[in-house]
C-alpha cells in the first residue's frame, strides 16, 4: 500500500479504499464531512501517488458554494497542488462539476478578498466611516466599512453572486464588506 500523509478530512485508510471506518462515518453522520470532501480526499489519496511532494499539504478546510468550493490549504501548500503540470484543482473540477479555488490560509486580507473574487479585479479597497448602528454609551459611535470597489466592466466576471462572495469573506476575514462597481 502506498502512503498517503496528505491531511484530508477522512482519514488515510478511507481515502484509499472508499469505505468509511467508524471515526469518518460519525463525521459524515454529523455533517462534519460533507460527500464533496469525501471525493476531494480519494482523489487526494490518487494524487499523492503520482506527486508525491503532495504528501506535506494540509487540507484545513472546504467551504462548499452551490457554485464553486474553495479549498483552505496551509501557507505555502499550494505550489504542490497546482502550477505547471499539477492539476489538482482541474481533477476536482471534473469530479465535483464545480468550480474550485485552492487559498492558502493568511492574514493578508487583501490577498484573500482577491482571490475570492476572482477572475474580476478589485481595483481597489476603501474604508467608510459609517455611524454605529445602536450603539451604546461608552462604545464607539462610528465603526469602519471595508469597500471593495471592482471595475464595473467585471461585473459578469464575477466567480458567483454577489451575496455567496460577500459571506465567503465574511467567513474567511471575518469582514463584513460593500461592494461597489465603478
Ligand atoms: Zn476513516
Known amino acids: 500500500m502506498v502512503l498517503f500523509n496528505m491531511k484530508t478530512a477522512i482519514c488515510t485508510f ?39 511532494h503532495s504528501s506535506k499539504v494540509n487540507i484545513i478546510k472546504t467551504i462548499e458554494q452551490p457554485t464553486f468550493i474553495i479549498l483552505l490549504v496551509s501557507p505555502g501548500d499550494t505550489r504542490f497542488l497546482t502550477g505547471g503540470s499539477l492539476d489538482f484543482d482541474k481533477q476536482l473540477e471534473r469530479k465535483l462539476n464545480k468550480s474550485v479555488k485552492i487559498m492558502e490560509k493568511g492574514k493578508n486580507k487583501r490577498k484573500i478578498i482577491d482571490e475570492i473574487f476572482a477572475p474580476a479585479v478589485i481595483t481597489g479597497i476603501n474604508t467608510l466611516f459609517v455611524p454605529t448602528r445602536n450603539a451604546k454609551p461608552g ?20 466567480p458567483s453572486t454577489l451575496k455567496e462572495l460577500k459571506k465567503l469573506v465574511k467567513l474567511l476575514t471575518g469582514e463584513e464588506i460593500r461592494t461597489e462597481f465603478r
Open 139 to 158: 462604545q464607539p459611535s462610528i465603526e469602519e466599512e471595508m469597500v471593495v470597489v471592482i471595475s464595473a466592466d467585471d461585473e459578469e466576471n464575477l
Open 14 to 52: 478511507c481515502a484509499q479504499t472508499g469505505m468509511l471506518c467508524k471515526d469518518c462515518q460519525t463525521k459524515v453522520n454529523n455533517g462534519e464531512v460533507s460527500p464533496s470532501d469525501i471525493e476531494i480526499s480519494k482523489i487526494a489519496a490518487e494524487f499523492e501517488k503520482a506527486h508525491p
